[in-house]
């Protein structure tokens, strides 16, 4: 860890950002890996910012949920949210349900990173397609727009 928390101070962003997404997986987040990631939150970078914003959601321990649960002004309000698109063979097959999907919500409203959360073999590749879509206003701190992780439920259902 101590690798990743030197990475961040590099004058790199590149570097910097691939140290801020390694530390997702750290497991607990120690003051330290905490405090080096709200740091890189107001990064010049980005990248970097996007990368802090998703590793702080993806820690346990209570220092990453107080750092994760502090308040913003304004949530982020959906702007664009397309349907999905039902794959032919999950469609044949009769597949259906909830693909759990986790979204961080970029500055500009983006969809700039989506993971699968819980998975539905055969329809998580169409629910990825089907947010990376969707269009917010951004959050808000502080008055500025900020990056924050979302939960979206992308449900199939056949109606016939």
Not at 11 to 20: E, G, I, V
Not at 147 to 157: D, G, K, M, S, Y
Request: glycine share 8%; net charge negative; proline share 6%.
């Amino acid at each position: 860890m101590s690798v990743l928390l030197e990475a961040l101070g590099e004058a790199n962003p590149d570097l910097r950002s691939k140290a801020a997404w390694e530390l997702a997986s750290a497991g607990d987040g120690t003051p330290e890996i905490v405090a080096a990631l709200e740091r890189a939150l107001d990064d010049p970078d980005r990248n970097v910012r996007y990368a802090a914003a998703w590793s702080l959601s993806h820690l346990a321990g209570a220092d990453a949920k107080a750092a994760t649960s502090r308040s913003y002004d304004t949530s982020p309000k959906v702007i664009h949210q397309s349907s999905p698109v039902y794959p032919h063979g999950p469609f044949l097959a009769r597949i259906q349900g909830t693909v759990g999907i986790e979204i961080l919500i970029g500055e500009e409203g983006e969809v700039a990173f989506a993971g699968v959360r819980e998975s539905i073999a055969g329809l998580d590749q169409a629910a990825l397609r089907c947010v990376a879509g969707w269009k917010f206003f951004p959050a808000t701190k502080a008055g500025k727009a900020v990056a924050i992780l979302a939960q979206a439920p992308v449900t199939f259902r056949i109606t016939k």
